[in-house]
Every structure is written in C-alpha cells, then in structure tokens.
C-alpha cells in the first residue's frame, strides 16, 4: 500500500520532462514570429529546454529514488 505513493511520482516525472522542453519551443516560436527572428532563436531555446529538462528529470529521479529507500526501511 505504501508504494501507492510513489503514483504521484510518475506524473511529476512526466511534467518535469515535458514541460521544459514545450515551454520553452513555444517561447522561442512566439519570439520568432514577434520579433520577426530566425530560427536560431527556436534551436537555441530547444536546445535550453532540454537541457532543463534532462536537470530536472535527474533531481526527480533521484526523489525518487530516495522516497522508495524510506519506504523500504520502514518495512524493515
């Protein structure tokens, strides 16, 4: 039953995946278009916001990781 928490994990670690990488394309294809820029502005930013999400996907990996060690030493 305690590992029904570990749930919430999953979607955390899909938001902290996915969101980075989206928002920031989006920023970059809203500049582009605003400001009439290239597209090195959407590369640069796309490159940014995979980077982030590789970062934040690493820290929640590592939560995670914790959290199920908890768990595991409270059934011991």
């Known amino acids: 039953m305690k590992y ?3 749930l919430t994990w999953v979607g955390q670690f899909g938001f902290s995946c996915l969101f980075p990488t989206c ?4 920023l970059g294809v809203y500049l582009q278009n605003r400001f009439n820029l290239g597209v090195w ?5 796309g490159i940014i916001g995979f980077l982030t999400s590789i970062s934040t996907a690493r820290a929640c ?9 908890r768990i595991d030493g409270d059934r011991k």
Not at 23 to 26: E, V
Not at 41 to 45: E, M, Q, T
Not at 61 to 69: A, D, G, H, P, V
Request: aromatic share 0%; charged share 20%; proline share 0%.
């Open 41 to 45: 502005v959407v590369v640069v930013l």
């Open 4 to 6: 029904l928490s570990l």
């Open 61 to 69: 990996l590592q939560s995670m990781r914790k959290e199920i060690e």
């Open 23 to 26: 928002a920031l394309l989006m």
